[in-house]
């Protein structure tokens, strides 16, 4: 049996760990059955636990794939072997009118061997046989690649689960913050501290209080030791808030180990251990003369309600009254809660001899009547990087919720540092006792539709309890008000978090703050407890879906060509173009060389400039199947053109309708080579699945990738120059060996021009595996990478292109306008310059024809410079406010301004542009 230790403290010796203690003695004698059979039954918790535990589920969508190419394969094959057949019985039997002789029946049984391997060939090349080699070589390399980004990956599935991450409900202390806790205010003596108080200013029996207090009723498992390098700060060992106040003493030179010393732990009367409803430990000590002293810290707000007395500036105890605790709220603790730091309160209780023995069992009573000692604020600063990982996360479309069981306030300025709260934000922030006020209806049961009311704004919830967080997960997780079913990740290092850590999709555990039972119930390790690790599980999540659909790309391209050569070149020719030996080469070509070369690409930024896929997303998308279809076209156009013309192009015998046992051609070797070339470089085109230009971007960060490429295309020469008749290869020479590279290398010219096409404009095209996309990305959101669930590049460009000229022909446009507006005014009055004249260029300026502001429209600036940089110029364009300057004709009777528009009206007669000119064809134009 298995003993799990939940609550309270001890001390136990420990005779022998791993396979030397009795459960690894039974494990190894078992011969890893039992872990076996208790990973068997951890995932039949997780489904009777309510979570939705997909196994495997991308195996599940390549089955799918699997299923709908396996039968059009074995379709084509069979048809393909059947009309081999049927060709040669007619030619043989009917056209040429050949008895059948019994002596050449062994002829007749080679042809159709051969033609049964033909078929044999086709269904082995259709059938993507490493579909599963392809994601257990990624989600292996993936899960090696991340215990080096401190993330140690217990159960396979999450890590292609994390891809579709679209919440995270984290923890504060030690996640997003560095858990290195010091104190930084006091409120002790009636005054507030901003900085650590001199020893001289603490009277000396509340400063014997605050340090006999802090030394005993802080585990004694906790400590400050010595910095391990000259110069750095001390290591905190144990709990960090605790460590935190052991460090407040030694700050006022005390020696708590020297209190310690005088009260160990076998002389402590009783302990009330902290956790999380209780939210205080308290600590009792047995004095000589029969009383008892306890001593009780906690969270501020919570124990202060338990004092009713409090020290004074002179060491006096004085009553604690309802208003006094209210002024301490308002002016000492939400201050320091606002500011982030983490309240504690210090109190003390006396238990004389003459009230009797207490009832240490009733908690009630035992935590009341308590004298406030001192309330500390402790700052755990944020870690640096998590800011950033959270914008990640935001822009990634993951929204970052943060479960603590701190004060609402200390939490919200925490979240404000993070980034998960900004200034104006219509987010909520509750309290675990709100919330579950919210969520519980007249008879105490939890409501999914009020919590789904709370759940989409929620983003800080505090002085929450284990409880309350697998509340939380489990409404999220169980929401149907969203299209496509949240998927949630969670930290955890209690205990008490092990329930939420399995109703998550994603549990994550903390490798050094985390308990065995956390860590057991959870999915993922963070060796670090670094939200920022998080974020790379992400990056490597989506990558392991994007390694299978780049996989998907390339092989379903050669499947298509290779099957459509076969069955045509059977059909046309009565043989195979590729022949079984040649096919199965390629086939390992795009098989295991291939799953290798292209799921082992690292992950990089780009990765989560997008939303989650979410469950339904189909694995082969729309422009995958346009790039899928576009290079079949190519590779079956170059295939045929050689087969049917190859032998006049490069002046050489035909390779068509030979002899059973003849010899092999140059020209079918071509045709053969021509094929193995496309396929490697568009294997390069096969890394960008959203039709991305740059298809070398990142490849040399991927050397195995590189390595497979060159060692295939060596293998491909000698299997060419040297392979004879195994092979059915005939060596080439320098001239047709560069014409065979050169139209694979055709195979990246033509990527750049499907890559121009927008996948919106090819309605036909449909996408594959598991689930169905309902609507297409629209036009007006291309700019908006964030709104984005599939990336299209080629769309992007022409959007980009459109949005640029039309700002061009906009700024022409006001150009003209301008320099027309100028010619009307000033042409009534050349020749006749005068100062008030030159005065008057405030009426140009104020003339309609030049206020602008409204004539170009708000076109989105499509370009790669930030909206920082992008301000000033937006700012610069629109019309700076001028002093209101009186311009002559401003004062003017009606005459002169009935003066001026006929002047005007004459200019426009004058200087308007005439049919035929320069002038009138650019506006004609635009």
């Given at each position: 049996a298995?003993?799990?230790?939940s609550?309270?403290?001890?001390?136990?010796?420990?005779?022998a760990v791993?396979?030397?203690?009795?459960?690894g003695?039974?494990?190894?004698?078992l011969?890893?059955?039992a872990?076996?059979?208790?990973?068997?039954?951890?995932?039949e918790?997780?489904?009777?636990?309510?979570?939705?535990?997909?196994?495997?589920?991308?195996?599940?969508?390549?089955?799918d794939?699997?299923?709908?190419v396996?039968?059009p394969?074995l379709?084509?094959?069979?048809?393909?072997?059947?009309?081999l057949?049927?060709?040669?019985l007619?030619?043989?039997?009917?056209i040429?009118?050949?008895p059948?002789?019994k002596d050449?029946t062994?002829?007749?049984?080679?042809?159709?061997v051969?033609f049964?391997?033909?078929g044999?060939?086709v269904?082995?090349?259709?059938?993507?046989?490493?579909?599963p080699?392809a994601?257990t070589?990624?989600?292996?390399?993936?899960?090696?690649?991340?215990?080096?980004?401190n993330?140690?990956v217990?159960?396979?599935?999450?890590?292609?689960?994390?891809g579709n991450?679209?919440?995270?409900?984290s923890?504060?202390?030690?996640?997003?913050?560095?858990n290195r806790?010091?104190?930084?205010?006091?409120?002790?003596?009636?005054?507030h501290?901003?900085k650590?108080?001199?020893?001289?200013?603490?009277?000396?029996n509340?400063?014997?209080?605050?340090?006999?207090?802090?030394?005993?009723?802080c585990a004694?498992t906790?400590k400050?030791m010595?910095a391990?390098?000259e110069?750095?700060?001390p290591?905190q060992v144990?709990n960090?808030?605790e460590?935190?106040?052991l460090g407040?003493?030694?700050?006022?030179?005390?020696?708590?180990q020297?209190?310690?010393?005088?009260?160990?732990?076998?002389?402590?009367?009783?302990?009330?251990?902290f956790?999380?409803?209780?939210?205080?430990?308290?600590?009792?000590?047995?004095?000589?003369d029969?009383s008892y002293?306890?001593?009780?810290k906690?969270?501020?707000?919570?124990?202060?309600k338990?004092c009713?007395?409090?020290?004074?500036?002179?060491?006096e105890?004085?009553?604690?009254?309802?208003i006094d605790?209210?002024d301490?709220?308002?002016?000492v603790?939400?201050?320091?809660?606002?500011?982030g730091?983490r309240t504690?309160c210090l109190?003390?209780?006396?238990?004389?001899?003459?009230d009797?023995?207490p009832?240490w069992?009733?908690e009630?009573?035992?935590?009341?009547?308590?004298?406030?000692?001192?309330?500390?604020?402790?700052?755990?600063?944020?870690?640096?990087?998590?800011?950033?990982?959270?914008?990640?996360?935001q822009?990634?479309?993951?929204t970052?919720?943060?479960v603590?069981g701190?004060?609402?306030?200390?939490?919200?300025?925490?979240?404000?540092?993070?980034?998960?709260?900004?200034?104006?934000?219509?987010?909520l922030?509750?309290?675990?006792?709100?919330?579950?006020?919210?969520?519980?209806n007249?008879?105490?049961?939890?409501?999914?539709?009020r919590?789904d009311?709370?759940?989409?704004?929620?983003?800080?919830?505090?002085?929450?309890?284990?409880?309350?967080?697998?509340?939380?997960?489990?409404?999220?997780?169980?929401s149907t008000?969203?299209?496509?079913?949240q998927?949630?990740?969670?930290?955890?290092d209690?205990?008490?978090?092990?329930?939420?850590?399995k109703?998550a999709?994603?549990?994550?555990a903390m490798?050094?703050?985390g308990t065995?039972?956390?860590?057991?119930a959870?999915?993922?390790i963070?060796?670090?407890?670094n939200?920022?690790?998080?974020?790379?599980?992400?990056?490597?999540?989506?990558n392991v879906?994007d390694s299978?659909?780049?996989?998907?790309?390339?092989?379903l391209?050669?499947?298509?060509?290779a099957?459509?050569?076969?069955?045509?070149?059977?059909?046309?020719?009565?043989?195979?173009?590729?022949?079984?030996?040649?096919?199965?080469?390629?086939?390992l070509?795009?098989?295991?060389?291939?799953?290798?070369?292209?799921?082992?690409?690292?992950?990089?930024?780009?990765?989560?400039?997008?939303?989650?896929?979410?469950?339904?997303?189909?694995?082969?998308?729309?422009t995958m199947?346009k790039?899928?279809?576009?290079h079949?076209v190519?590779?079956?156009?170059?295939i045929?053109?050689l087969?049917?013309?190859?032998?006049?192009i490069?002046?050489?015998d035909?390779?068509?309708?030979t002899p059973?046992?003849a010899?092999?051609?140059?020209?079918?070797?071509?045709v053969f080579?021509?094929f193995?070339?496309?396929?490697?470089?568009?294997?390069?085109?096969?890394?960008?699945?959203?039709?991305?230009?740059?298809?070398?971007?990142g490849?040399f960060?991927?050397?195995i990738?590189?390595?497979?490429?060159?060692?295939?295309?060596?293998?491909?020469?000698?299997?060419?120059?040297?392979?004879g008749k195994?092979?059915?290869c005939v060596?080439?020479s320098v001239?047709?060996?560069?014409w065979c590279?050169?139209?694979g290398?055709?195979?990246?010219?033509w990527?750049?021009?499907i890559?121009?096409?927008?996948?919106?404009?090819?309605?036909f095209?449909?996408t594959?595996?598991h689930?169905t996309?309902?609507?297409?990305?629209?036009?007006?959101?291309?700019?908006?990478?964030?709104?984005?669930?599939?990336?299209d590049?080629?769309?992007?460009?022409?959007?980009?292109g459109?949005?640029?000229?039309?700002?061009g022909?906009?700024?022409?446009?006001t150009?003209i306008r301008v320099?027309n507006a100028?010619?009307?005014?000033?042409?009534?009055?050349?020749?006749?310059?005068?100062?008030e004249s030159?005065?008057?260029?405030?009426?140009?300026?104020?003339?309609p024809?030049?206020r602008?502001?409204?004539s170009?429209?708000?076109?989105?600036?499509?370009?790669?410079?930030?909206?920082e940089?992008?301000?000033?110029t937006?700012?610069?364009?629109?019309p700076?406010?001028?002093?209101?300057?009186l311009?002559p004709?401003?004062?003017?009777?009606a005459?002169?301004n009935?003066g001026?528009?006929?002047?005007?009206?004459i200019?426009?007669?004058i200087?308007?542009?005439t049919?035929?000119?320069?002038m009138?064809?650019?506006?004609?134009s635009?």
């Amino acid at each position: 049996a298995f003993l799990v230790l939940s609550l309270g403290s001890g001390k136990m010796l420990v005779t022998a760990v791993g396979v030397n203690s009795q459960t690894g003695i039974i494990f190894t004698l078992l011969g890893d059955g039992a872990p076996q059979q208790e990973i068997g039954t951890s995932r039949e918790a997780y489904q009777t636990s309510g979570t939705n535990w997909e196994s495997r589920k991308t195996f599940k969508w390549l089955c799918d794939v699997h299923v709908c190419v396996f039968f059009p394969g074995l379709f084509m094959s069979a048809i393909t072997v059947l009309i081999l057949v049927v060709l040669f019985l007619v030619d043989t039997f009917w056209i040429q009118g050949l008895p059948w002789i019994k002596d050449c029946t062994p002829i007749y049984i080679q042809f159709f061997v051969k033609f049964f391997i033909i078929g044999v060939t086709v269904l082995v090349v259709a059938v993507p046989e490493g579909l599963p080699l392809a994601v257990t070589i990624s989600l292996a390399y993936s899960v090696k690649k991340m215990m080096k980004d401190n993330n140690l990956v217990r159960h396979l599935d999450a890590c292609e689960t994390m891809g579709n991450a679209t919440a995270i409900c984290s923890d504060k202390t030690g996640t997003l913050t560095m858990n290195r806790m010091t104190v930084v205010q006091v409120y002790i003596g009636d005054r507030h501290y901003k900085k650590v108080p001199e020893p001289d200013l603490i009277p000396g029996n509340i400063m014997n209080l605050l340090v006999t207090g802090i030394s005993v009723n802080c585990a004694y498992t906790s400590k400050i030791m010595p910095a391990e390098k000259e110069g750095g700060l001390p290591r905190q060992v144990g709990n960090k808030t605790e460590c935190a106040l052991l460090g407040f003493t030694t700050g006022l030179r005390k020696d708590y180990q020297a209190i310690r010393n005088e009260y160990p732990e076998e002389k402590m009367y009783k302990v009330y251990t902290f956790n999380s409803v209780r939210k205080s430990m308290s600590t009792v000590l047995k004095n000589r003369d029969g009383s008892y002293r306890m001593f009780s810290k906690g969270a501020s707000e919570i124990l202060l309600k338990k004092c009713c007395q409090v020290l004074t500036a002179n060491g006096e105890v004085k009553v604690f009254r309802p208003i006094d605790r209210d002024d301490i709220v308002k002016k000492v603790i939400e201050p320091m809660a606002s500011e982030g730091l983490r309240t504690i309160c210090l109190a003390y209780r006396d238990f004389l001899v003459s009230d009797g023995e207490p009832d240490w069992d009733n908690e009630a009573d035992i935590l009341t009547g308590l004298t406030c000692i001192c309330v500390v604020g402790i700052e755990d600063p944020v870690r640096p990087e998590v800011p950033d990982a959270i914008k990640k996360c935001q822009r990634a479309g993951i929204t970052v919720r943060m479960v603590t069981g701190d004060n609402i306030n200390t939490a919200r300025a925490i979240a404000t540092k993070c980034g998960i709260l900004h200034v104006g934000d219509d987010f909520l922030c509750l309290e675990g006792k709100e919330f579950n006020r919210r969520i519980h209806n007249e008879l105490g049961e939890i409501e999914q539709e009020r919590l789904d009311k709370i759940w989409p704004k929620l983003r800080v919830l505090a002085r929450s309890s284990p409880t309350d967080k697998h509340t939380l997960v489990k409404g999220i997780t169980d929401s149907t008000i969203v299209e496509q079913r949240q998927v949630v990740a969670v930290t955890g290092d209690g205990t008490n978090d092990g329930p939420a850590l399995k109703k998550a999709d994603v549990g994550f555990a903390m490798g050094i703050a985390g308990t065995d039972v956390a860590k057991e119930a959870s999915d993922i390790i963070l060796t670090d407890d670094n939200f920022s690790s998080i974020v790379k599980a992400v990056m490597w999540g989506r990558n392991v879906y994007d390694s299978i659909s780049k996989f998907l790309q390339f092989q379903l391209t050669v499947n298509v060509v290779a099957v459509i050569v076969a069955f045509t070149g059977a059909c046309i020719t009565q043989d195979s173009p590729l022949k079984a030996v040649q096919m199965l080469w390629v086939n390992l070509i795009m098989d295991t060389f291939a799953s290798l070369a292209l799921a082992t690409e690292p992950p990089t930024e780009a990765l989560l400039l997008r939303k989650p896929y979410g469950r339904n997303k189909p694995l082969i998308s729309r422009t995958m199947m346009k790039n899928i279809l576009g290079h079949a076209v190519y590779q079956l156009t170059i295939i045929f053109t050689l087969l049917f013309a190859g032998e006049q192009i490069f002046d050489i015998d035909s390779g068509r309708n030979t002899p059973l046992h003849a010899p092999p051609s140059e020209h079918y070797t071509i045709v053969f080579n021509t094929f193995v070339m496309m396929q490697l470089f568009n294997e390069i085109n096969a890394r960008k699945i959203h039709g991305e230009r740059n298809v070398f971007e990142g490849i040399f960060n991927n050397m195995i990738f590189c390595s497979i490429v060159f060692a295939t295309f060596v293998i491909q020469f000698l299997i060419v120059q040297f392979g004879g008749k195994p092979f059915s290869c005939v060596g080439l020479s320098v001239e047709q060996w560069l014409w065979c590279v050169f139209l694979g290398f055709g195979s990246l010219l033509w990527g750049q021009l499907i890559s121009t096409i927008p996948t919106s404009r090819l309605k036909f095209l449909m996408t594959a595996g598991h689930g169905t996309q309902k609507e297409e990305i629209p036009e007006d959101e291309l700019e908006e990478m964030e709104d984005l669930d599939e990336i299209d590049h080629a769309e992007m460009e022409l959007k980009r292109g459109q949005v640029l000229w039309c700002r061009g022909l906009n700024r022409i446009q006001t150009q003209i306008r301008v320099v027309n507006a100028f010619r009307d005014f000033m042409s009534p009055y050349e020749g006749l310059e005068t100062p008030e004249s030159r005065s008057s260029i405030h009426n140009f300026m104020s003339h309609p024809e030049f206020r602008i502001e409204n004539s170009e429209p708000a076109i989105p600036l499509i370009d790669d410079t930030d909206p920082e940089e992008d301000a000033p110029t937006i700012r610069n364009t629109a019309p700076s406010p001028l002093p209101p300057v009186l311009s002559p004709n401003q004062n003017n009777n009606a005459s002169d301004n009935r003066g001026f528009h006929q002047h005007k009206d004459i200019a426009k007669t004058i200087l308007s542009p005439t049919p035929g000119s320069p002038m009138h064809s650019l506006e004609t134009s635009l």
